[in-house]
Antibody, heavy 122, light 108 residues
Framework: QVQLVESGGGVVQPGGSLRLSCAASRFTFSTYGIHWVRQAPGKGLEWVAVLSYDGNYPHYADSVKGRFTISRDTSQTTLYLQMNSLRAEDTAVYYC???????????????WGQGTTVTVSS | EIVLTQSPATLSLSPGERATLSCRASQSVSSYLAWYQQKPGQAPRLLIYDTSNRATGIPARFSGSGSGTDFTLTISSLEPEDFAVYYCQQRSSWPPITFGQGTRLEMK
């Protein structure tokens, strides 16, 4: 069964940087896009970014555009989210999730990881 | 950006009852509407995609309907494990993908 495991969360000061990882197993990672979705404490879900299966087509929410970068490694089993210029409002649990489409981006999120917590605070 | 508005914010029902959750879009999303379930401390789980298609492993008591701007998630007979927060999500016009604010289904 497909498994996604996020890591890299922690406490960082405003203006700082973090890199989140999403490791996939039992999954043909190279044929599916992967999303990042976040959830601020006590709040709802907010879509953050997605990267296509081939790594060529990233898309971002306006709230993170220019500050966050989504990428995947050459072996294509780990997805990353590089987060720069972090703000208090970026504090959230960050989930990675597989796109439901194979070889295309459908926009629906099928399998989710357990999440990693990012806290931006001085 | 398409805004999704869910109602009610909280729904209090008993096991065995029927639950009806609503999601309204600020503009037509055609049939590109999904529903997710989230339990405390857990990641969301895809229940329904493209308005009415159940995701893998989702029980038949969950069903979705609607089109355009008005959608409904129905749980025909509530089981104890169904009490959770439910989110709708659109993929008609993205980016950005957008979610509703959620409906909390609580046990009466």
């Amino acid at each position: 069964q497909v498994q996604l495991v996020e890591s890299g969360g922690g406490v960082v000061q405003p203006g700082g940087s973090l890199r989140l990882s999403c490791a996939a197993s039992r999954f043909t990672f190279s044929t599916y896009g992967i999303h990042w979705v976040r959830q601020a404490p006590g709040k709802g879900l907010e879509w953050v970014a997605v990267l296509s299966y081939d790594g060529n087509y990233p898309h971002y929410a306006d709230s993170v555009k220019g500050r966050f970068t989504i990428s995947r490694d050459t072996s294509q089993t780990t997805l990353y989210l590089q987060m720069n210029s972090l703000r208090a409002e970026d504090t959230a649990v960050y989930y990675c999730a597989t796109d439901q489409g194979r070889y295309f981006l459908s926009g629906d999120m099928d399998v989710w990881g357990q999440g990693t917590t990012v806290t931006v605070s001085s | 950006e398409i805004v999704l508005t869910q109602s009610p914010a909280t729904l209090s029902l008993s096991p065995g009852e029927r639950a009806t959750l609503s999601c309204r879009a600020s503009q037509s999303v055609s049939s590109y509407l999904a529903w997710y379930q989230q339990k405390p401390g857990q990641a969301p789980r895809l229940l329904i995609y493209d308005t009415s298609n159940r995701a893998t492993g989702i029980p038949a008591r969950f069903s979705g309907s609607g089109s355009g701007t008005d959608f409904t998630l129905t749980i025909s007979s509530l089981e104890p494990e169904d009490f959770a927060v439910y989110y709708c999500q659109q993929r008609s016009s993205w980016p950005p993908i957008t979610f509703g604010q959620g409906t909390r289904l609580e046990m009466k």
